[in-house]
């Protein structure tokens, strides 16, 4: 069953940018609310701001909004999951079923977005296409903690795949095979915001290179480094969508992004 | 304020070796259960089985339990996270106290063990002196998601992070700065469990190189490799310390790990 990844985003019509609000052609809005609490939670765009969101994280975000009004920069929507059917599709195809019980597959959630408000990964990616540069703005709440006080090391981890896999997928569509080299310098202090500059370095031939740095909010402290490998591909096989598969989970009828 | 964290370890007395139920000299054993809900939840040992467990992790638990009789493998317990006047100690010296607030300090919780029972990451962790070689054995609940049915990229970092963590401090005491290098080749399916195997390749001074494989139970499909490098060092400045505050939160009268 080695159908490809890359059919199912041309199927979809999927463009290499992911904006706001972005939608194949021909596909159907998405309902502004549903009547389910469950669909409400699914369909809400967490990328915004919210109550647990400190003065720093508004304020950036605020900067970036209005980069926004003039096109040269957009805001990336984020949600909990894809929807049900495209959920079942996409393991009946990678996924073999043994693996994973329906009761398992009711309860799953997008990994940065599981967390109550406030609690796990507040975050909002803006990106450049001019620039070619991504930016995510992120605050690590108390359930990340590593040595007390601090973000654990693979929170940090999990905020730059993230966001140097969404920047892959953006800028070179598919993305096959990944390797991800961080540098921890300096711990970063639990609750506060950091800045994740993100870049396309090079493209040779289908392979794709991106950097990152981590960096508070005032640029004073690089806290990591962090380079991403990656492999742009029109056919992915079950064995190597790895990146693919982490960075664009599939809705109806858009790609979201975390 | 550049207290060290090596002489933190220095005071309690702390071993390179940290096996399961492991205290400081004279210090006082833990009581077995306390009487607020919370201090339980704090002071319950997570690396043991619970009905989320499915079949393939309890086996292999009960596999490296017996090889554990004979001395030559250690489970290591883990914890939510260390009690809250080490915290507060650890917090004193190395955060700036504006970055957090204290509400935001009562609920902060050790990353790795924030979910609940099952929905997140179910662990546990044996270290073999003799052959300088950790294992760690996880199942990877439906609130890590990445693509549909499958971990995310950054929960997979996370127990590498762990592990590779873990291990360095067990093999090289305090450890400071860090880089991770991870392989992803293949996706893990969501709910499965994988096996982390862990180990010292070299010590050259103070550099610790470890590298580690993530693996199916049967060890036919290989997921992830990685590696990582660190720097032994008997003095931590505020600065460096991060894969030592990343690896080995304190508690009262000893050290826990992830």
Same mark, same amino acid.
């Given at each position: 069953m080695l159908r490809s990844c890359a059919a199912r985003l041309r199927t979809l019509g999927a463009p290499r940018w992911l904006p706001e609000g972005w939608r194949a052609p021909g596909s159907e809005p998405r309902a502004a609310?549903?009547?389910?609490s469950s669909e409400e939670v699914f369909h809400k765009d967490y990328a915004v701001p919210n109550p647990s969101w400190n003065k720093d994280l508004r304020l950036l975000f605020d900067q970036f909004t209005k980069k926004c009004e003039d096109g040269s920069w957009k805001r990336l929507s984020s949600y909990k999951r894809g929807c049900a059917l495209r959920v079942k599709d996409f393991q009946t195809h990678f996924?073999?079923? /043994?693996?994973? /019980?329906e009761e398992q597959t009711s309860k799953a959630q997008l990994f940065t977005r599981s967390f109550d408000e406030g609690l796990g990964f507040e975050y909002v990616m803006f990106y450049s296409d001019v620039e070619k540069r991504m930016v995510c703005l992120f605050q690590g709440g108390p359930?990340?903690?590593?040595?007390?006080g601090f973000l654990h090391g693979g929170a940090i981890a999990t905020i730059v795949d993230t966001t140097t896999g969404t920047c892959a997928v953006i800028t070179g569509g598919v993305v096959m095979t990944a390797n991800l080299n961080i540098n921890y310098k300096r711990p970063v202090p639990l609750c506060s915001v950091v800045v994740i500059n993100c870049q396309l370095d090079k493209v040779e031939g289908r392979k794709i290179f991106i950097s990152c740095s981590v960096q508070s909010v005032d640029e004073k402290t690089l806290y990591s480094e962090a380079t991403r490998y990656a492999s742009a591909s029109p056919e992915i096989s079950v064995g190597s969508c790895c990146t693919c598969v982490t960075s664009a989970p599939l809705r109806t009828g858009e790609i979201n992004v975390y």
């Open positions: 609310q549903r009547s389910f996924l073999d079923p /043994k693996h994973m /019980k359930h990340l903690e590593g040595a007390p």
